[in-house]
């Protein structure tokens, strides 16, 4: 008989569509300073960091600018020091995975303010527990997964990623179907993410490349915003597999985008994944692609003319056994799935 344990993350509201980022006047209410943590070219290029300090009037108490690229530990360090000093009860991370993930670790330094997420892309940082943060030093991400960082407010306002770039946008959309797939693969019967993962899946399939033959096409935006929350509903429960822990390791090292890294490893990891996986869970997840899993990724990447080559992201050939190195039993596989991937 089914039987087993869910355990929520603290995410208490999403307010999601077009116009939903008007939401954040009415959460910061109850709080007296809000520090908004953001990326350079957002803040630049842009006017929705602009958007964002209006909204939150009299309480802005500040805004870091700089949280780069696989998190620096340098910028959490330099933004928790700037929150503290503001003396922040309330943080705001308006970016991509990188700078969600970079105001968590900020959240856990200053004792857990309130945390309000604004999305740009579809990596789904804002959902997770885990945290990843690059010691610049080592040249390697690290981190940790503490549930008390979880953002308990979500904004996906599909307006807030019209100025993401399209090869961000796309490839991290990528990232989102590794967490559907990897979540279905290796989490085990689920009777919720099950029905999520495999449904997120699907749309993520239909709706890509539509966004890519019409970027500006708000209603596909937010449709993807959904079908990324769909495909990462429980990351508590849905434990990731080989594309996702060699892709940490590639990203951080090699500075290759964590978007990037699924497009590479996805496809061949899944030709792995297929030779043990429950015949009858592979079939699930072959019907929700819409045919051989491998190679539905695959054509997928492709079309939407994302990078799909280890070489292409500078990864030296030399290097593919140092990377698999370090993973037990599946080492091995590791190593298969990089040969593939170059």
Not at 29 to 48: C, E, I, M, Q, S
Not at 218 to 244: D, K
Not at 291 to 312: E, Q, S
């Amino acid at each position: 008989m089914m039987g087993g344990t869910h355990t929520f993350l603290p995410t208490e509201r999403v307010h999601f569509g077009a116009g939903s980022l008007r939401k954040l006047e009415q959460e910061a209410r109850p709080y007296g300073r809000a520090f908004v943590v953001t990326g350079r070219t957002l803040d630049k290029k842009t006017d929705l960091v602009r958007r964002v300090e209006a909204l939150l009037g009299g309480r802005h108490a500040g805004t870091h600018v700089g949280m780069g690229e696989h998190t620096p530990g340098s910028a959490v360090e330099l933004a928790a020091g700037e929150a503290e000093a503001a003396g922040a009860d309330l943080l705001v991370s308006v970016g991509g995975g990188s700078v969600i993930d970079g105001t968590k670790a900020v959240s856990r330094q200053l004792g857990y303010p309130a945390q309000v997420a604004v999305p740009t892309t579809l990596s789904g940082a804002e959902w997770a527990h885990r945290v990843g943060v690059t010691d610049e030093a080592a040249g390697k991400k690290a981190g940790f997964a503490d549930p008390a960082t979880v953002p308990p407010v979500v904004i996906l306002d599909p307006e807030a990623t019209a100025f993401t770039p399209e090869r961000l946008w796309l490839s991290t959309g990528i990232r989102a179907l590794d967490h559907a797939v990897e979540g279905f693969l290796y989490g085990g019967d689920h009777p919720i993410t099950d029905v999520t993962g495999l449904e997120g899946a699907r749309r993520l399939m239909r709706l890509l490349p539509g966004s890519k033959e019409n970027p500006d096409d708000l209603q596909a935006r937010a449709e993807l915003q959904v079908a990324a929350w769909l495909a990462y509903f429980g990351p508590l429960n849905t434990p990731m597999g080989l594309s996702h822990e060699l892709g940490r390791r590639i990203g951080a090292t090699y500075e290759v985008p964590h978007g990037v890294t699924s497009c590479i490893t996805l496809a061949p990891s899944l030709e792995v994944a297929e030779e043990t996986a429950p015949a009858e869970r592979w079939g699930m997840l072959t019907e929700a692609l819409g045919g051989d899993p491998a190679g539905r990724v695959a054509a997928l990447v492709r079309g939407l003319g994302l990078p799909d080559r280890l070489g292409d992201a500078g990864v030296p050939e030399g290097d593919l056994a140092g990377i698999a190195g370090g993973f037990g039993d599946k080492e091995p596989d590791a190593l298969r799935i990089l040969n593939a991937a170059y």
